[in-house]
T-cell receptor
Framework: KAGVTQTPRYLIKTRGQQVTLSCSPI?????VSWYQQTPGQGLQFLFE???????NKGNFPGRFSGRQFSNSRSEMNVSTLELGDSALYLC?????????????FGEGSRLTVL | ELKVEQNPLFLSMQEGKNYTIYCNYS?????LYWYRQDPGKSLESLFV?????AVKQEGRLMASLDTKARLSTLHITAAVHDLSATYFC???????????FGTGTSLTVIP
């Protein structure tokens, strides 16, 4: 069974640009959530989607957005990049819609903003 | 906001020794998760603890949950070098799959 797939794995952008990251969940999983990992702030929840609807959003500015498609694949977008957005962005999928869900994480997309 | 604290943050231990990592959280929850992360890698699920008193063991690792004390422990028995990694505990928010992660414990096992 294929795991969670994230693309791209690495990318470099400059301040002011925007970036789109993609996540394909485990087949059959309908919940996709996104986390930002930095050395200073640790792992922080960005948002979660279930059946194309955003159910939860973390404490991040509106520059961070996401969406989920009918096949459960998800994208997140960061506009007007800032240096502080440099991080590992992790996508996780879960099979359940409730809060029983064990999260399965992808390898992450490592974003560097110059 | 739910807060999750782990200690210690850094742990250096000799092979063959035992040690415990502690995870405290700030609000009622009966679901706690432990993950392992190797450098530059993603998070690997280790244990899912779903009720008070839950205990799970896998190899040299054993995790337990005390929901009344809001405390989980990850006990390492007879450490080996392969256990060197960063370990995170996480608590879910009960609103969908929003997890709150601890700060992580960076474990180094020295031969």
């Amino acid at each position: 069974k294929a795991g969670v797939t994230q693309t791209p794995r690495y990318l470099i952008k400059t301040r002011g640009q925007q970036v789109t990251l993609s996540c394909s969940p485990i087949s059959g999983h309908r919940s996709v959530s996104w986390y930002q990992q930095t050395p200073g702030q640790g792992l922080q929840f960005l948002f979660e989607y279930f059946s194309e609807t955003q159910r939860n959003k973390g404490n991040f500015p509106g520059r961070f957005s996401g969406r989920q498609f009918s096949n459960s694949r998800s994208e997140m977008n960061v506009s007007t990049l800032e240096l502080g957005d440099s991080a590992l962005y992790l996508c996780a999928s879960s099979s359940t819609g409730g809060y029983t869900g064990e999260l399965f994480f992808g390898e992450g997309s490592r974003l560097t903003v110059l | 906001e739910l807060k999750v604290e782990q200690n210690p943050l850094f742990l250096s231990m000799q092979e063959g020794k035992n040690y415990t990592i502690y995870c405290n959280y700030s609000t009622t929850s009966d679901r706690l998760y432990w993950y392992r992360q190797d450098p530059g890698k993603s998070l690997e699920s280790l244990f899912v603890l779903l009720s008070n008193g839950a205990v799970k063991q896998e190899g040299r690792l054993m995790a337990s949950l005390d929901t009344k004390a809001r405390l989980s422990t990850l006990h390492i028995t007879a450490a080996v070098h392969d256990l060197s990694a960063t370990y995170f505990c996480a608590v879910d928010s009960r609103t969908g799959n929003q997890f709150y992660f601890g700060t992580g414990t960076s474990l180094t096992v020295i031969p």
